[in-house]
């Protein structure tokens, strides 16, 4: 069940993000996609603790295959699928290294791969992807917003979901 709300959020992400505007909060411009993202980071953890490492890195791989299919098929640019690929693949890959390699509860080990990983997506999405050297949406000035405010957003939802870890394993304890 993990592995299809992992892959289905993703699928998901890319779809809020092509029908809906982003939010503007502020200073901050974000793609109604990035919450749904920031879940992802932790859904695939929840997914690396049932089947492995190796078995995790075919599932990511079929994630961006899918990630990159329903963008396209959404209408995209091949420029934002690009993009979209990219920083995927960087962010989904260091998030299962770094949350490989910490020798640290469950909980923070999802929290800090999951930052990392956040911050990665953010920033080469939006560098690549939107800014003038890529599909030229956003101009240099406002580039800054679009990544503070998904990364604002990728570590509420980390936080966020460390703490539905913590209920769910302080209940276990008591069951």
Do not use: C, H
């Amino acid at each position: 069940m993990r592995l299809i709300v992992y892959l289905v959020a993703i699928v998901l992400a890319n779809v809020v993000t092509a029908k809906f505007a982003p939010l503007e909060l502020g200073i901050f411009l974000i793609p109604m996609g990035s919450f749904l993202i920031g879940a992802t980071f932790i859904f695939r953890d929840l997914v690396q603790n049932k089947y492995g490492k190796t078995k995790t890195y075919l599932f990511i791989l079929l994630a961006l295959i899918l990630s990159a299919i329903s963008s396209s098929l959404l209408g995209d640019t091949l420029w934002i699928v690009f993009a979209s690929a990219l920083s995927f693949a960087v962010s989904e890959t260091t998030d299962t290294e770094i949350y490989s390699r910490l020798k640290l509860p469950m909980n923070l080990r999802v929290l800090y791969s999951g930052l990392i990983g956040g911050f990665l997506d953010s920033a080469i999405f939006v560098v690549v992807g939107l800014s003038p050297i890529g599909a030229g949406i956003l101009p240099w000035n406002v580039i800054w917003m679009a990544v503070l405010g998904q990364v604002v957003v990728k570590t509420i939802m980390q936080f966020l979901g460390v703490l539905v870890l913590q209920l769910a394993s302080v209940r276990k304890e008591v069951y």
